[in-house]
């Protein structure tokens, strides 16, 4: 069983940066494929950011559209954490955001909350304007 816990969220002015940290459990969480998605009151969870794990130590970001070139995950192995570093906030990233994981190979369906079986509480992030 892996427990996520997300971290790092808040209440930012536009413009500003947020880091969102999710910690996992588990012994080999290097092989996790680790996501973000979020969801915002009255609308279906979305798909933000992904790192994707393939195999031999290489892993693949990938980013809705929406927050591309703002957004910036990153995983440090050694500490059992994924990142999301959200710049250049906008109000419509508020929303709560929700850490993912799955042990399962992953090749496509990184977007998609069903490829993950393994989710975070979820955490608070408000950008007022």
């Known amino acids: 069983q892996v427990q996520l816990v997300e971290s790092g969220g808040g209440l930012v002015q536009a413009g500003g940066s947020l880091r969102l940290s999710c910690a996992a459990s588990?012994?080999?969480?290097?092989?996790?494929?680790m996501g973000w998605f979020r969801q915002a009151p009255g609308k279906e969870r979305e798909f933000v950011s992904a790192?994707?794990?393939?195999?031999?130590?290489?892993?693949?970001?990938y980013y809705a559209d929406s927050v591309k070139g703002r957004f910036t995950i990153s995983r440090d192995n050694a500490k059992n954490t994924v990142y999301l570093h959200m710049n250049s906030l906008k109000p419509e990233d508020t929303a709560v955001y929700y850490c993912?994981?799955?042990?399962?190979?992953?090749?496509?369906?990184?977007?998609?909350?069903?490829?993950?079986?393994?989710w975070g509480q979820g955490i608070q992030v408000t950008v007022s304007s």
């Open positions: 790192i994707r794990w393939s195999g031999y130590n290489t892993y693949y970001a």
């Open positions: 993912a994981a799955t042990s399962f190979p992953v090749v496509s369906g990184y977007n998609t909350p069903r490829t993950y079986n393994y």
């Open positions: 588990g012994r080999t969480f290097s092989n996790y494929s």
